[in-house]
């Protein structure tokens, strides 16, 4: 079998955010965006399958044979820690491995809008962190619990799929639950967090209707709650909440987000041109009466306009946010257009 150790080590070594293992290719490394292939041979389906079962524990194995899908999280002594999804795919194995980056940088290293660090200072509501998958969700909420981690006396409870980033308690006592191994579901551990006596609650990811309702009543009973969605902006986000309810239910659901919603963040990731690395483009809502009013009264698509008009207040469009990327000679103009919301339009302001 092909040392998966070592291909681990050698992806980290250039910087992979994630590695890829499926029989029949090399083991392939995402790294600033673009899928490389590693100077290693061919993978077997045997090697693919000894592989995962070096890495899955005997539940986990239970689980992927059962349904042919399981995640877990893997870790190489002094290399770094996987979030690992293992599937079936032509009848062999295939493996995705995200690096989880140990060592959580300060908010102010991550090249995000000033507002972010004051979203740290709310005293309740929900605020929720956007984007595609590997956007950088988990490593912006990561920084901002850190930061308030390190100024306040407080209980924070964070219910994760699985744990990425390990946060050691400092002036805050930090509890983190993993789906599986801690609590079967999202939706189940904060149902029983609220008898838990905690002040911040991250939740992993709203991916229910479930897990929705628990997040937004505990908002609603003066936790500051934080998570995240797979949605691009803000209007959007506010209408996957809306529309996880039955119809009859989703004016009183429209009321209970107007009082708890707090800001929506909607991060991009670009390759930088400048130098190594990646840099976000930052969508901000943030709930003031106006927006409130919106998502009370089902206008969330007027959502762009208020973002657009109040950007004193430290609200950003994603166009916006792009721009400003662009003309700061940090990401080429063909992705600046290719991830707009308003491709031609941006294309129009970049030209002038």
Known sequence: MMDLDNILKTALEHDASDIHIVAGHPPMARVHTVMMPMDYPEISKVDAMKMLEHMAGEDQMKIFKKIKDSDFSYQVEGVGRFRVNAHSQRQSVGIALRAIKT???????LNLPEVIQRLTYLPRGLVLVTGDTGSGKSTTLAAMIDAMNHRYRK?????????????????????????????PSFASGLRHVLRQDPDIILVGEMRDLETTAAAITAAETGHLVFSTLHTVNASQTVERIIDM????????????????????????????????????????????????????????????????????LGMNSLDNAISELFFNGMISREDAIAQAAYPEKLERSLAA
């Open 103 to 109: 060592d959580i940088p300060p908010l102010a290293n």
């Open 245 to 312: 309810y039955p119809a009859d239910e989703q004016n009183q659901i429209r009321s209970m987000l107007a009082n708890t919603l707090q800001a929506v963040v909607s991060q991009t990731l670009f390759k930088r041109i400048d130098t190594k690395g990646m840099v976000p483009a930052v969508e901000i809502m943030l709930c003031t009466p106006a927006v409130r009013n919106l998502i009370r009264e089902n206008r969330a698509f007027e959502i762009p306009n208020v973002i657009e008009t109040n950007r004193s």
């Open 155 to 183: 209980h924070i409870i964070t219910l994760e799929d699985p744990v990425e980033y390990t946060l050691e308690s400092d002036k805050c006592m930090i509890e983190q639950r993993e789906l599986g191994a801690d609590t």
